[in-house]
């Protein structure tokens, strides 16, 4: 597997966290401290401002699962997909979302289908 990000986020001196969702998801923030954090890449690459105040909140899969579990989350529009779209952690999707989502979306990171699959064989051995 090329690539191992399930989450690309940075967290502020003043709390914000700025995620990344997509590989052009360019998202900027002005702290209270007056200076400029960014974050880019989604799940493709890291590209962050360099400040050495911020926190690196990037979860690879190959971290342990109760990491990917909280960091990953999946967009969804609803179970009829006419819902704002809403981001919901892999922890608090229902085991048949996951499952529909593994078997019905072609495209999708292999990381992300990878996480699901460990969610669920995490659900099956509690």
Known sequence: MKNKLIRNAIQTPDG??????????YTTYVDANGKQYMVDGGLDYIRSSAHSDQVD????????????????SWGTYGINGDQP?????????????????????????????TAM??????????
């Open 16 to 25: 914000t966290v700025l995620e990344s969702r997509s590989r052009h998801d």
């Open 57 to 72: 909140m990037s979860v690879t899969i190959d971290d342990p699962h109760e990491e990917v579990r909280e960091a990953c």
């Open 85 to 113: 779209l809403t981001y919901v952690k892999l922890k608090d999707m229902c085991t048949e979302h996951i499952q529909a989502c593994i078997y019905n979306v072609r495209l999708m990171y292999p990381q992300i289908k």
């Open 117 to 126: 699959k460990n969610e669920l064989n995490y659900r099956s051995l509690k």
